[in-house]
């Protein structure tokens, strides 16, 4: 079992940067994939960018590639999602997730373990 707490969400003003952390419980975290997704209102969940367990492979939505960067610390049990050059429609909630396999992938149904979420706002 794994708990995942996501923080560092807030408003930002577009062309702004945030950095969001998700702290996982339990000590085999290096044993999951990570990935984030996001959900806005009224719309689907939809991926972001994901992990593989040692950091060397990541993998980005079309979307934000180029100003997303995701990242881990396994030492901190800790995966990061830096965020810049922020645009009103990244505005959503944010979720981590955790799949008990070593492979980052991009759909929400590998994913075995969530977050609870945090709101990103970008204002124009």
């Known amino acids: 079992q794994v708990q995942l707490v996501e923080s560092g969400g807030g408003l930002v003003q577009a062309g702004g940067s945030l950095r969001l952390s998700c702290a996982a419980s339990?000590?085999?975290?290096?044993?999951?994939?990570m990935g984030w997704f996001r959900q806005a209102p009224g719309k689907e969940r939809e991926f972001v960018a994901a992990i593989s367990l040692s950091g060397g492979n990541t993998l980005y939505a079309d979307s934000v590639k180029g100003r997303f960067t995701i990242s881990r610390d396994n030492a901190k049990n800790t995966v990061y999602l830096q965020m810049n050059s922020l645009k009103p429609v990244d505005t959503a909630v944010y979720y981590c997730a955790a799949t008990r396999t070593s492979i980052p992938w991009a759909t929400t149904r590998e994913y075995d373990y969530w977050g609870q979420g945090t709101q990103v706002t970008v204002s124009s």
């Open positions: 339990g000590r085999t975290f290096s044993s999951y994939a």
